[in-house]
């Protein structure tokens, strides 16, 4: 069974670098996309972005300036920086996999149980 | 971006009780579209993927039907643990973008 984990500060301060990295075990980092998505407090999910196991990545436009997404699949890891945060990045961070396959999509099928990361000094 | 419309984003039903959710997109986006559930403090779970076909392990009371701009999900005998807020989730282009949820409430 395919596990995800985050982990990383939980608290941020503001202009700062938030930091996570994912743990995926139970299977491989390879042929799959892996996404991170977060949620405000009392909000909706907002898609960051994905690296693919090859490491090609893609941003969402509204975060693309301040991310980046990496992978180590020595460590079968793959981790997310945000720079330049403010309240308003304060959010439960998920990362996913996108590995059910169907007609050209690969869907959001295992999920991390989420981590909060406040941004406050 | 497509931007997902839920409706209702609220809404109060009894156990038993058949439920349906309508997902409007901004532009026709085929049948990528997947649906999830989130319970209060859990990650979101896939129910339904390709608009229509159920996930492994999910009961068949779940369903999804539609394609282009109209999408619906259907609880047709609503249980006590099917309380908790449902998302839309589209496919078709980037950046991946999510529906704003509906909450599911015991009457």
């Known amino acids: 069974q395919v596990q995800l984990q985050e982990s990383g500060p939980g608290l941020v301060k503001p202009s700062e670098t938030l930091s996570l990295t994912c743990s995926v075990s139970?299977?491989?980092?390879?042929?799959?996309?892996w996404s991170w998505i977060r949620q405000p407090p009392g909000k909706g999910l907002e898609w960051i972005g994905y690296?693919?196991?090859?490491?090609?990545?893609n941003y969402n436009p509204s975060l693309k300036s301040r991310v980046t997404i990496s992978l180590d699949t020595s460590k079968n890891q793959f981790s997310l920086k945000l720079n330049s945060v403010t309240a308003a990045d304060t959010a439960v961070y998920y990362c996913?996999?996108?590995?059910?396959?169907?007609?050209?999509?690969?869907?959001?099928?295992?999920w991390g149980q989420g981590t909060l990361v406040t941004v406050s000094s | 971006d497509i931007q997902l419309t839920q409706s209702p984003s609220f809404l109060s039903a009894s156990v038993g009780d058949r439920v349906t959710i309508t997902c409007r997109a901004s532009?026709?986006?085929?049948?990528?579209l997947a649906w999830f559930q989130q319970k209060p403090g859990k990650a979101p779970r896939l129910l339904i993927y390709?608009?229509?076909t159920l996930q492994s392990g999910v009961p068949s009371r779940f369903s999804g039907s539609g394609s282009g701009t109209e999408f619906i999900l259907t609880i047709s005998s609503l249980q006590p643990e099917d309380y908790a807020t449902y998302y839309c989730?589209?496919?078709?282009?980037?950046?991946?973008?999510f529906g704003g949820g509906t909450k599911v409430e015991i009457k």
């Open positions: 996913a996999r996108s590995g059910q396959y169907s007609t050209g999509r690969f869907y959001f099928d295992y």
């Open positions: 139970g299977g491989s980092i390879s042929g799959f996309y």
């Open positions: 690296i693919y196991y090859s490491g090609s990545t």
């Open positions: 532009q026709g986006i085929s049948s990528y």
């Open positions: 390709a608009a229509s």
């Open positions: 989730q589209q496919l078709d282009s980037y950046p991946r973008t």
